[in-house]
């Protein structure tokens, strides 16, 4: 493994940590192993279907369908959070009484007519 000096301002990132990184178990490298070759298996068996020259049907990627329907069906994943609530008020509630107010004001400092 390199040698990983910190920086001053930044913690050791948990992957580099030496305690964590090499006192894994056995049942627990044999576990991470084990993912790491089914990975493997399932990319290079996708790139073969990828590449094959004499393919005439699509190819579909799980992934890419969970994530097109996640993108067009929005309001069914939705949870509210402060974050949304937050970003909800400042953009949709905000505006509307910024808006009444510049109109209402415009309308009480109105000038009298000159020319009448």
């Not at 993912?35 to 190819?59: C, D, F, T």
């Amino acid at each position: 493994m390199a040698d990983y000096r910190e920086a001053p301002l930044a913690t050791r990132p948990k992957t580099l940590d030496p305690a964590e990184y090499f006192n894994l178990s056995l049942n627990q490298r044999r576990a991470e192993e084990e993912r790491a070759g089914l990975r493997a298996q399932l990319k290079r068996q996708y790139q073969m279907q990828l590449n094959n020259p004499h393919r005439k049907e699509l190819i579909e990627d799980p992934a890419l369908t969970r994530w097109v329907y996640a993108r067009t069906n929005p309001y069914n994943h939705f949870r509210a959070t402060k974050k949304t609530s937050l970003l909800g008020g400042l953009f949709g509630v905000v505006p509307l009484f910024v808006l009444y107010y510049v109109l209402k004001t415009d309308r009480e400092e109105k000038r009298p007519c000159i020319y009448s």
